[in-house]
Structure formats: structure tokens, C-alpha cells
């Protein structure tokens, strides 16, 4: 496969976990909360723990009541600004990693959105009493931010994901 359709078809896979995305203000608070995030799970079980980074995770929607059409509207913006990140991220690290890489990412990133479609609607059936949509949501944002935390770690060289070898 030819370099330029291995991009084609990384973006094409990681937009399909985005592809329901409406626009949102991107503003320098959002990606600034998404900083606070994302710095808080390459620490994890050194200095942070999960409960702490997930509090920071959800952060934006903690004022709304659980299940309330405010709560889910605020969990989709969420959900698909951290969507929005994983796409930038993902066409970084892509940018960076041998054609071996990207292949291995295209692979991986096609086993994943299939394991979080199957966990985030199995999470929420589960809390269905509580909300539905909020936990299905909640569980892709975590999945997205857990993706994107794995691909920062590539583009800083703490990764040693197979793919990943080549991006420096």
C-alpha cells in the first residue's frame, strides 16, 4: 500500500469515531482542561490515581445533573473535543512512524473503535437506571482520552507500542 493511501486511510478510521461531531468552540480553555487531562494520566500510578484524573476528565460537566439533557448535551461537546484531539494527535503520530507504524496503527485504531462501540453500549445498558446516554458517553470520552494519552506518549518517547519504534 502506498504511503499516501495509508494517510488516506488512517484519517478515514479515525474519523469514523468522530464522524457524529458537530462543532464546537475549540477555545484555549478546552485544550488547556485537555492539558491538565492528559498530564494527569502519564502520571497515573506515580503521583495521580485514576478517581483524580477522571474528576479532571468530566471536570466541564460536574454542575449538571446526572442524565439531565444538560449533562448529555455537555458530555457530547465533551466527547467530541476530545474526538477532535485524538484526530489531530493520531494524524501527528501518523505523520511520524514508518509505513510498517502506520499500517499496525491502521490495524489497532480499527480493533479500537470496534472494542469502545462494544464497551461504551455494554456501560451503558449496565447503568441504564442511571443514564443511558451519559455513561455510554462518558465511557467514549475516557476510551478517547486513554487513546490520545497512548499517542502523546508516542510523540514524547515514552511509548513502546511496536508502531510506535519509528516515530524517532
Same mark, same amino acid.
Given at each position: 500500500?502506498?504511503?499516501?493511501?495509508?494517510? @488516506?486511510? #488512517?484519517?478515514?478510521? @479515525?474519523?469514523? +469515531? /468522530?464522524?457524529?461531531?458537530?462543532?464546537?468552540?475549540?477555545?484555549?480553555?478546552?485544550?488547556?482542561?485537555?492539558?491538565? /487531562?492528559?498530564?494527569? /494520566?502519564?502520571?497515573?500510578?506515580?503521583?495521580?490515581?485514576?478517581?483524580? &484524573?477522571?474528576?479532571?476528565? +468530566? %471536570?466541564? *460537566?460536574?454542575?449538571?445533573?446526572?442524565?439531565?439533557?444538560?449533562?448529555?448535551? &455537555?458530555?457530547?461537546? !465533551?466527547?467530541?473535543?476530545?474526538?477532535?484531539?485524538?484526530?489531530?494527535? +493520531?494524524?501527528?503520530?501518523?505523520?511520524?512512524?514508518?509505513?510498517?507504524?502506520?499500517?499496525?496503527?491502521?490495524?489497532? #485504531? @480499527? %480493533?479500537?473503535?470496534?472494542?469502545?462501540?462494544?464497551? &461504551?453500549?455494554?456501560?451503558?445498558?449496565?447503568?441504564?437506571?442511571?443514564?443511558?446516554?451519559? @455513561?455510554? !458517553?462518558? &465511557?467514549?470520552?475516557?476510551?478517547?482520552?486513554? !487513546?490520545?494519552?497512548?499517542?502523546?506518549? *508516542? #510523540?514524547?518517547?515514552?511509548?513502546?507500542?511496536?508502531?510506535?519504534?519509528?516515530?524517532?
Amino acid at each position: 500500500m502506498k504511503p499516501g493511501c495509508l494517510h @488516506a486511510r #488512517l484519517m478515514l478510521l @479515525a474519523a469514523v +469515531f /468522530v464522524a457524529s461531531s458537530h462543532a464546537t468552540a475549540a477555545g484555549n480553555d478546552v485544550v488547556a482542561q485537555q492539558d491538565m /487531562v492528559l498530564d494527569c /494520566v502519564a502520571r497515573m500510578e506515580v503521583q495521580t490515581t485514576w478517581d483524580q &484524573c477522571r474528576t479532571l476528565m +468530566f %471536570q466541564p *460537566c460536574q454542575t449538571d445533573t446526572v442524565g439531565s439533557s444538560e449533562h448529555v448535551s &455537555c458530555l457530547t461537546d !465533551l466527547r467530541q473535543a476530545w474526538g477532535r484531539r485524538m484526530q489531530d494527535t +493520531f494524524v501527528s503520530v501518523s505523520d511520524r512512524v514508518s509505513d510498517d507504524g502506520k499500517r499496525s496503527l491502521i490495524e489497532l #485504531l @480499527a %480493533q479500537w473503535v470496534g472494542y469502545v462501540a462494544q464497551k &461504551c453500549t455494554d456501560v451503558g445498558k449496565a447503568k441504564a437506571d442511571i443514564s443511558e446516554p451519559a @455513561a455510554r !458517553l462518558g &465511557c467514549e470520552t475516557s476510551e478517547t482520552i486513554g !487513546l490520545v494519552a497512548e499517542l502523546d506518549a *508516542c #510523540l514524547d518517547g515514552r511509548s513502546t507500542a511496536p508502531y510506535c519504534a519509528a516515530a524517532h
